[in-house]
C-alpha cells in the first residue's frame, strides 16, 4: 500500500478528522511537537512519530505548506512565475528567495530526532515484533529527507570534495549543542546514506496504518546517489530501481494525467505522497487554488514551459489558455494540478514526494552515466513516454527526439526535458535534473545561470547570528 501522510490546515480540524482515520494514523499529538520524555511505550512512540509526520507535512505554514516544493523549484528552472509581476527568479537573485526550505527541515529534523531519541532507549520489550526498528527507520527517513532538501538548496552537493556540507543535526536541539559546525559535503552525503540504509533495512514492507516503507527509502536513495555520482552509485541505483520494479506492488498508471485528475494518491504508482484533511480544498488559500485565480497568489506557466511542451500530448492537460493579467504578460493557467475553470479537489490538494515513474528516469540516466546501453536507456523512457500517448507512431515527434539522441550528451538532454515533462511541479526534480547537466547545458535552458553559485541558496543570515561556529556562508553570498 502507498504511502500517504496528511498534510493539516488547523490541528483542531485535524484532531477531529482523525477521529474517523484511523486506518491512516493511530492516534495525533495535539500539535506537532515532539518531546522525547513523554515516549514510554509503543503507544506514545506512536503519537510521537506522528508528530513528526504532521511537521514533515508542514501543517503548520497555512499558506504555504508543500505547495513550495512544486513552486520554487519551477521558478528557479524558469518554468513558472509569478502570475501577477516579475519575480525574483527573473532576475536571477537567489539571495532573495524566502528560507522555506531551510526552516522546515530544521523542524523536521528536530521531531524526528525527538522520536530516535526517545524509542532508542526503550526496552524492546515494550515493542511487538518489529515495530521498534520501524519506527525509528521511519523516522530517520523524514530525518534523510530533511538533510538531502538541505543539502540540494544550501550545500555544494555538486562537489563532493566542498566544505560547504550540511550542518548535519543527528540529535534533538537543546541549548548545549545548538552551536555547530556544518560538515562536508562527503560527510553530508555519507550521514543521509547511512539512514537510508537504515530505512531499507528496517522499514516496513508495507505500512497500511502508518506511512514510510523500505521502497520509499530506496527511491529516496535513487535521487541521492543520482545527485553524489560517486564510483559504483549509477550501479547501485539500477540495482534498486530493479528491486522496486520487480518486487514491490508499485505499477506505472496507465494514463499518465489519471494521477494527477483522477485517481490522486489512490494511482498505484504513488510511493509517497501528502493527502489533504477533509475539506481542505475549500479553504480559499487552498494549494491548488494557486493555480487558478482564488487567491492573493497566482502562480502560472512561462512560455518556456508551453514551448518545451509543443507536439506533446501532455501540453493539452498541463497547460491552459493564456494569463490575462498584464502584469505578467505571455504566461499561461498551470493545470497539471487543478482542471481550469473548475474548483480544488481533494485529488487537486494532494502532493506527490516519490512516483514510480522517477525511478524509471533515475535507471534511464544512470545506465547513460556509467556508460550503458543508449538503447536500454530509450527504451526505459518510452515506457515513461507510452503512459502520455507517445508512441513511435502517435505523436512521435517527442518519440523521436529520444530515439535520435545517438550520443549520451544528446540523451542526456532528452531525458532532462522528459524529467521536466513528468515530474514538475512535484517535489523539485526538474531542478536537480537541470543542475545534473554540464553548466554549458544549464546556461542554454536558463540564460541567467551564470555560474554554478547560482545553483544553491545563501544560508540564512541568522544563523551566523545564533550559531557563531557555522562556518563559511556559500560562495557567493554575504552572511548578512
Excluded at 538548496?153 to 570534495?161: D, N, R, T
Excluded at 536541539?173 to 530505512?199: G, M, W
Excluded at 475549500?282 to 518556456?304: I, M, R
Aim: with cysteine.
Amino acid at each position: 500500500m502507498k504511502t500517504k501522510i496528511y498534510q493539516y490546515i488547523a490541528y483542531s480540524i485535524l484532531i477531529l478528522a482523525f477521529g474517523a482515520c484511523k486506518k491512516e494514523l493511530g492516534a495525533l499529538p495535539k500539535n506537532s511537537k515532539v518531546d522525547a520524555n513523554t515516549i514510554l511505550d509503543q503507544g506514545t512512540a506512536q503519537i510521537a512519530l506522528n508528530g513528526a509526520y504532521y511537521t514533515f507535512a508542514n501543517a503548520t505554514a497555512l499558506k504555504t505548506g508543500w505547495q513550495q516544493h512544486q513552486v520554487v523549484p519551477m521558478r528557479l528552472s524558469g518554468y513558472l512565475t509569478f502570475g501577477s509581476g516579475p519575480g525574483y527568479e527573473d532576475e536571477n537573485n537567489n539571495a532573495r528567495m524566502p528560507n522555506y526550505y531551510w526552516e522546515e527541515s530544521y523542524k523536521v529534523l528536530n521531531a524526528a530526532n525527538g522520536v530516535i531519541k526517545g524509542i532508542s532507549v526503550l526496552d524492546d520489550a515494550k515493542f511487538s515484533g518489529n515495530r521498534k526498528k520501524e519506527i525509528i527507520a521511519e523516522a530517520k527517513f523524514l530525518r534523510a529527507y530533511a538533510h538531502f532538501k538541505l543539502l540540494s538548496y544550501f550545500a555544494e552537493w555538486y562537489k563532493p570534495e566542498s566544505s560547504q556540507g550540511v550542518l548535519l543535526r543527528n540529535e534533538l536541539s537543546t541549548l548545549s549543542n545548538i552551536v555547530k559546525a556544518r560538515s562536508t559535503v562527503k560527510e553530508s552525503y555519507d550521514f543521509i546514506i547511512a539512514d537510508l540504509n537504515e530505512v531499507i533495512a528496517n522499514a516496513p514492507a508495507t505500512n497500511q496504518s502508518f506511512y514510510v516503507t523500505k521502497w520509499a527509502g530506496m527511491a529516496l536513495k535513487m535521487r541521492v546517489l543520482m545527485c553524489r555520482g560517486g564510483s559504483g552509485d549509477y550501479a547501485e541505483i539500477m540495482s534498486l530501481a530493479d528491486n522496486i520494479t520487480q518486487n514491490s506492488t508499485y505499477v506505472l498508471e496507465a494514463k499518465a494525467e489519471d494521477v494527477f485528475h483522477k485517481n490522486g494518491l489512490a494511482s498505484k504508482e504513488v510511493i509517497l505522497g501528502i493527502t489533504p484533511q477533509a475539506n481542505q480544498e475549500k479553504d480559499y488559500y487552498s494549494k491548488s487554488a494557486q493555480y487558478w485565480p482564488g487567491a492573493s497568489s497566482l502562480y502560472v506557466a512561462t512560455t518556456n514551459l508551453r514551448t518545451l511542451l509543443n507536439n506533446d500530448p501532455r501540453q493539452a492537460w498541463m497547460i491552459g489558455t493564456a494569463n490575462p493579467g498584464v502584469n505578467a504578460p505571455n504566461t499561461f493557467f498551470f493545470t497539471k494540478h487543478m482542471i481550469q475553470n473548475t474548483t480544488p479537489t481533494k485529488i487537486s490538494e494532494s502532493d506527490y514526494v516519490l512516483r514510480l515513474t522517477e525511478v524509471y528516469l533515475l535507471k534511464a540516466e544512470a545506465i547513460i552515466r556509467s556508460g550503458g546501453s543508449l538503447t536500454d536507456a530509450k527504451n526505459l523512457v518510452h515506457v515513461i513516454q507510452s503512459k502520455a500517448g507517445i508512441t513511435a507512431t502517435v505523436n512521435n515527434m517527442p518519440y523521436l527526439a529520444i530515439e535520435n539522441a545517438s550520443t549520451p550528451d544528446l540523451l542526456l538532454f532528452e531525458l532532462y526535458k522528459e524529467t521536466v515533462k513528468s515530474l514538475l511541479a512535484e517535489d523539485g526534480m526538474e531542478w536537480l535534473s537541470l543542475l545534473r547537466l554540464p553548466i554549458t547545458r544549464v546556461q542554454q535552458i536558463k540564460p541567467t545561470i551564470l555560474s554554478q553559485v547560482q545553483y544553491i541558496l545563501p544560508v540564512p543570515s541568522s544563523e551566523f547570528i545564533y550559531n557563531p561556529i557555522f562556518g563559511d556562508q556559500n560562495t557567493g553570498y554575504n552572511k548578512n
